[in-house]
């Protein structure tokens, strides 16, 4: 009987499709786990050389004969260059310093090593973990998980623009929930999205269920950074609609993660008449719809009646049981928060009010010395070129 050898078929085709996929997961779980190897031993580097530099003898040229020594006996190993061991130093420095409590405990490490004799990037750094264990134990387990799970450059970034270790955390988590590109973490450091994160005026407290209120709150941002934009002084809301739609992308990373976008002027029929969205979101999660309309002045009390005319209108229309109410947001180019506060107080709908800036206000002495952002990438680049 002849043997049947038909590669061609859906059921071969379908098993390497699952094979395929397997590879790459083995892979990527590869890759994190040899990021988190190597960056737990850069961690207890980075102790043993404050520790050393606090009570050994060595000299200011320390660092410099280490950088030598370490690459001198792992050529093959990158990360030895004397750039990237006082990064190490700086990374380590900046949670010991931002967490005092963490000083005395985190530089306990054991005398007498062995030397490491392991070249590969994984033995190295299990060897060389041998000689910081006990430093490892002592540092909270979760902020040591969450900043080895990260790359190295994310981390230098962090710690290079952030001042305490409550604005470095939260680039972390933030980095790890959305799997962050060096260059869109940059850009959110940025923007301060720290701080404009939760901070717009709002009405959910009393307009929505605790849970969904506070998820909603932090949804939410204030001030809207559109420096992606290319607008006159003197546009109006057409105008400021289309360029957003036009960059729809990075409107999107501008809102956050969860925003689908679902369309712009999209129509509503209320009665005889129509009325029109300036731009619909669905949020995945919050599970509701999102109106966005835009003024592109100072906030108005009737703005807020509007916006709750078509928050009742998509209700009744669109919104299925699945569906939390929906939730309005109106964008302006400047508002009075008491005004804002005032109008929304007896409002029965959820709106948020915030404000959007076209460029980062910033002192006009200052504007010539940034860096722009392919500026810093570059700089970033040349920084970790001998650590990749």
Not at 296 to 321: H, I, M, Q, W
Not at 336 to 363: H, N
């Amino acid at each position: 009987m002849a043997e049947s050898n038909d590669l061609s078929s859906p059921s071969y085709a379908q098993w390497l499709g699952e094979l395929k996929d397997r590879v790459q997961q083995v892979q990527t779980k590869a890759a994190i786990s040899v990021n988190r190897e190597l960056l737990t031993f850069y961690w207890e580097l980075g102790c043993e050389i404050i520790e050393k530099q606090k009570s050994a003898t060595w000299g200011s040229g320390f660092l410099k004969q280490l950088s030598i020594d370490l690459s001198n006996a792992f050529p093959s190993l990158k990360g030895f260059s004397y750039r990237n061991i006082r990064l190490v130093r700086q990374w380590c420095h900046f949670y010991l310093e931002h967490s005092p409590n963490l000083a005395t405990s985190c530089c306990q490490i054991k005398e007498n090593s062995q030397p490491v004799e392991n070249e590969t990037l994984t033995e190295l750094a299990t060897a060389c973990g041998q000689f910081g264990q006990q430093a490892v134990a002592k540092l909270p387990e979760s902020i040591l998980e969450s900043i080895t799970s990260i790359p190295w450059g994310h981390n230098i970034a962090i710690i290079s623009k952030c001042s305490s270790i409550e604005e470095a955390l939260h680039y972390v988590r933030q980095t790890l929930t959305h799997g962050w590109s060096r260059a869109v973490l940059v850009h959110q450091i940025e923007s301060d999205l720290f701080s404009r994160e939760g901070s717009a005026t709002s009405n959910f407290a009393t307009t929505l269920p605790p849970v969904q209120s506070d998820l909603a709150q932090q949804v939410l941002k204030d001030p809207y950074i559109f420096d992606f934009l290319t607008l006159a002084q003197a546009h109006n809301e057409r105008d400021l609609e289309n360029q957003l739609t036009d960059h729809i992308s990075k409107f999107l990373i501008e809102l956050g993660a969860g925003f689908a976008y679902l369309g712009r002027q999209v129509p509503l029929q209320v009665s005889e008449r129509d009325f029109y969205l300036d731009l619909l979101f669905y949020h995945t999660r919050l599970h509701c719809y999102v109106v966005i309309e835009l003024k592109t002045g100072d906030f108005e009390p009737e703005f807020a009646g509007k916006l709750n005319f078509y928050l009742k209108a998509v209700d009744e229309t669109l919104r299925s049981e699945r569906d939390e109410p929906t939730i309005g947001i109106l964008l302006c180019k400047t508002k009075d928060k008491l005004i804002a506060d005032y109008a929304l107080s007896d409002i029965s709908k959820p709106i948020g009010v915030s404000e959007y800036q076209l460029t980062k206000s910033l002192p006009d002495n200052l504007k010539p010395s940034l860096p722009s952002i392919e500026e810093w990438e570059a700089e970033l680049q040349q920084d970790f070129d001998d650590e990749k």
